[in-house]
């Protein structure tokens, strides 16, 4: 069954840690983001395979919007 990662908050992605197909372990940081100058790493619940990432560097995302699939 696969994992959404879905955003918390309104942010900026800073930063893409995982690339699609990697695989990760339970804590692993997919991204981080940037809201009010501070730096929000989103991690995993659970190990998997990094299915398919949703978001570029750059982009400002809303809260609930899809970040990241894990399998």
């Given amino acids: 069954m696969a994992e959404e990662v ?3 908050m309104v942010a ?17 940081t997919l991204v981080i983001l940037e ?3 501070m730096e929000i790493p989103v991690l995993t619940e659970g190990p998997g395979t990094v299915e398919a990432i949703r978001v570029a560097e750059g982009d400002v995302i809303q809260e609930g919007d899809l970040i990241a699939v894990i399998s």
């Fill in 6 to 8: 879905h955003a918390e």
């Fill in 12 to 28: 900026n992605v800073a930063k893409i840690v995982v690339a699609e197909g990697e695989a990760v372990e339970a804590g692993a």
């Fill in 35 to 37: 809201s009010m100058k």
